[in-house]
């Protein structure tokens, strides 16, 4: 085996730091000899189970304490861990058993009938581990009694190539794919990352990310190789009383994505350095409008904050250094350590600066392929200039400054055309959160008999007192005629994927059931 396996660097961490505390949830902390000791047991009970080697195992939980102990019992066990959101309804969460041919689920009480449900279209799973359960009922086991049994994991000679994670993705057009990346992968792309940030031991990583999504996934995955302390948050729905949390623990990094940084910026009563301890923030998923990091700079002076660009393929694919920021505050930056981003014309030529093109992504840290979909896999990959490479193709349209410094444009099935012209939806997004009184908002297309598509604004207000007219004449100011909102409809909130990114599909879908 060359390089390390991801459960390795929980084993190494627990050597160096066996009594600190590695995952705090709630009311329950585990030190790092704690979570070392607990995923050998449950490891043990699921290879007992017949568990073996690249066999999958559905992870459908909370975030949680238990959802840790049970990705480094599977990768303990030579499996590979399937996360899915606990929000997933049990027809998706049948399609994913049957898509990767799951042996097994690990799930919790309160999620137990939809997992039955699923299960019972799911012949390739054959048992079910329940925390918080008492006793074993139609084939799950209580997660307690696995991790009470002081059992060791049989060796399983699984090696850094075998699959670590099949993370599915959103399913934006069609069923969702399953995105395979291996230990070799996730070792890149964790210790990339965790270069840039400049990651410490003595981190305190407080996340409400779900652990079903990389983003989320990844700040376990580079908390427990750091040996630092992630603080698990189920949601974000509180903000103050995740600041709370965050002033007791002293958090000094915060994870979060656009629709977070907006809904802490509507806190009231909250004073610049209300969190002396935080030394960085990082956005992802989506970028950060330029307003929103000028206001949170306000807010947090010492702070570093981190724009970056990523997909499930890649985990990460660029970042800005902060110092860039007042620079280039528009800018997802360059790619990461030990990688390279660069965009393409149609024709697969590398574009000069200011042209608009697709990102490729070229590294380690690049996606095996889809689970069991070779025409999908043909079309994100393809062959690099080193023998055997594969680049993955994006999907995303950027441009480069003289610098190089990357810029998200749009997705290519998220562009509008509308009075015979091509926008882009984030560029009238960053006019949108500069408009005063304006909370988040998110831009699609609707069918227009004369303009072919319309621009049309969902709005987040911050000022309950903002018109739709006011709104209208603010992006006049700003934007070029064609770009500027034919309407605007204020709502309560925005859809969102289940990772927390506002999704202009579900949007156009809920304007699709109005009309």
Same mark, same amino acid.
């Given at each position: 085996?060359?390089?390390?396996?991801?459960?390795?660097?929980?084993?190494?961490?627990?050597?160096?730091?066996?009594?600190?505390?590695?995952?705090?949830?709630?009311?329950?902390?585990?030190?790092?000899?704690?979570?070392?000791?607990?995923?050998?047991?449950?490891?043990?009970?699921?290879?007992?189970?017949?568990?073996?080697?690249?066999?999958?195992?559905?992870?459908?939980?909370?975030?949680?304490?238990?959802?840790?102990?049970?990705?480094?019992?599977?990768?303990?066990?030579?499996?590979?861990?399937?996360? /899915?959101?606990?929000?997933t309804k049990a027809g998706r969460l049948g399609f994913v058993m049957r898509n990767c041919r799951a042996s097994a689920?690990? $799930?919790?009480?309160?999620?137990?009938?939809?997992?039955?449900?699923?299960?019972?279209?799911?012949?390739?799973?054959?048992?079910?581990?329940?925390?918080?359960?008492?006793?074993?009922?139609?084939?799950?086991?209580?997660?307690?009694?696995?991790?009470?049994?002081?059992?060791?994991?049989?060796?399983?000679?699984?090696?850094?190539?075998?699959?670590?994670?099949?993370? !599915?993705?959103?399913?934006?057009?069609? @069923?969702?794919?399953?995105?395979?990346?291996?230990?070799?992968?996730?070792?890149?792309?964790?210790?990339?990352?965790?270069?840039?940030?400049?990651?410490?031991?003595?981190?305190?990583?407080?996340?409400?990310?779900?652990?079903?999504?990389g983003y989320g996934l990844y700040q376990l995955i580079m908390a427990v190789r750091l040996g630092a302390t992630l603080?698990?948050?189920?949601?974000?729905?509180?903000?103050?009383?995740?600041?709370?949390?965050?002033?007791? @623990?002293?958090?000094?990094?915060?994870?979060?994505?656009?629709?977070?940084?907006?809904?802490?910026?509507?806190?009231?009563?909250?004073?610049?350095?209300?969190?002396?301890?935080?030394?960085?923030?990082?956005?992802?998923?989506?970028?950060?409008?330029?307003?929103?990091?000028?206001?949170?700079?306000?807010?947090?002076?010492?702070?570093?904050?981190?724009?970056?660009?990523?997909?499930?393929?890649?985990?990460?694919? $660029?970042?800005?250094?902060?110092?860039?920021?007042?620079?280039?505050?528009?800018?997802?930056?360059?790619?990461?350590?030990?990688?390279?981003?660069?965009?393409?014309?149609?024709?697969?030529?590398?574009?000069?600066?200011?042209?608009?093109?697709?990102l490729v992504i070229r590294g380690p840290h690049v996606m095996q392929g889809y689970w069991d979909d070779e025409a999908?896999?043909?079309?994100?990959?393809?062959?690099?200039?080193?023998?055997?490479?594969?680049?993955?193709?994006?999907?995303?349209?950027?441009?480069?400054?003289?610098?190089?410094?990357? !810029?998200?444009?749009?997705?290519?099935?998220?562009?509008?055309?509308?009075?015979?012209?091509? /926008?882009?939806?984030?560029?009238? @997004?960053?006019?949108?959160?500069?408009?005063?009184?304006?909370?988040?908002?998110?831009?699609?297309?609707?069918?227009?008999?004369?303009?072919?598509?319309?621009?049309?604004?969902?709005?987040?207000?911050?000022?309950?007192?903002?018109?739709?007219?006011?709104?209208?004449? !603010?992006?006049?100011?700003?934007?070029?005629?064609?770009?500027?909102?034919?309407? /605007?409809?204020?709502?309560?909130?925005?859809?969102?994927?289940?990772?927390?990114?506002?999704?202009?599909?579900?949007?156009?879908?809920?304007?699709?059931?109005?009309?």
């Open positions: 085996m060359t390089g390390p396996r991801v459960e390795e660097l929980l084993r190494r961490s627990a050597g160096a730091h066996a009594g600190k505390a590695a995952v705090v949830a709630g009311d329950r902390r585990l030190t790092y000899g704690d979570l070392d000791i607990m995923s050998e047991r449950l490891a043990a009970c699921l290879q007992s189970r017949g568990v073996g080697r690249n066999d999958r195992v559905i992870v459908f939980m909370d975030n949680g304490w238990e959802a840790a102990v049970s990705i480094y019992a599977t990768l303990k066990a030579g499996a590979t861990f399937v996360p /899915v959101n606990p929000s689920i690990l $799930t919790q009480a309160r999620l137990q009938p939809v997992a039955a449900t699923a299960i019972g279209s799911s012949p390739s799973v054959a048992f079910g581990i329940v925390a918080g359960a008492e006793e074993a009922t139609d084939g799950f086991t209580p997660f307690a009694d696995c991790i009470a049994n002081a059992a060791t994991p049989l060796p399983h000679g699984g090696g850094a190539d075998d699959l670590a994670h099949l993370i !599915y993705t959103s399913g934006s057009t069609g @069923e969702p794919k399953g995105v395979m990346m291996t230990h070799r992968n996730v070792e890149a792309a964790a210790s990339s990352i965790t270069a840039y940030l400049g990651g410490k031991h003595d981190d305190i990583v407080l996340s409400a990310l779900p652990l079903a999504f603080v698990l948050e189920k949601s974000f729905a509180f903000p103050y009383t995740v600041f709370e949390t965050m002033q007791k @623990e002293r958090a000094t990094a915060l994870p979060l994505v656009p629709t977070m940084a907006a809904m802490i910026l509507q806190m009231r009563d909250l004073e610049p350095g209300a969190l002396p301890d935080l030394r960085y923030m990082t956005s992802a998923a989506a970028p950060l409008p330029p307003e929103h990091i000028r206001r949170l700079r306000e807010l947090f002076p010492h702070m570093r904050l981190y724009s970056m660009y990523g997909q499930t393929e890649c985990m990460r694919g $660029t970042y800005l250094p902060p110092e860039e920021l007042d620079r280039r505050p528009e800018s997802v930056g360059i790619a990461i350590p030990g990688t390279e981003a660069f965009i393409i014309d149609e024709q697969g030529e590398r574009t000069a600066p200011g042209v608009i093109g697709e999908a896999t043909l079309r994100a990959l393809h062959p690099g200039p080193m023998p055997g490479e594969r680049e993955l193709h994006t999907g995303d349209l950027f441009r480069a400054d003289e610098d190089g410094f990357l !810029y998200f444009v749009s997705r290519k099935d998220d562009i509008i055309k509308t009075r015979g012209e091509k /926008v882009a939806p984030r560029q009238v @997004e960053t006019v949108l959160h500069a408009c005063p009184g304006v909370a988040e908002a998110l831009v699609i297309g609707i069918d227009d008999a004369v303009l072919g598509k319309a621009i049309h604004a969902l709005v987040i207000r911050s000022d309950p007192a903002l018109t739709e007219r006011e709104v209208i004449r !603010y992006c006049a100011r700003h934007l070029e005629d064609f770009m500027v909102p034919k309407s /605007v409809e204020f709502r309560a909130d925005l859809p969102h994927t289940d990772s927390g990114k506002a999704s202009r599909r579900l949007a156009a879908q809920s304007m699709d059931r109005t009309s």
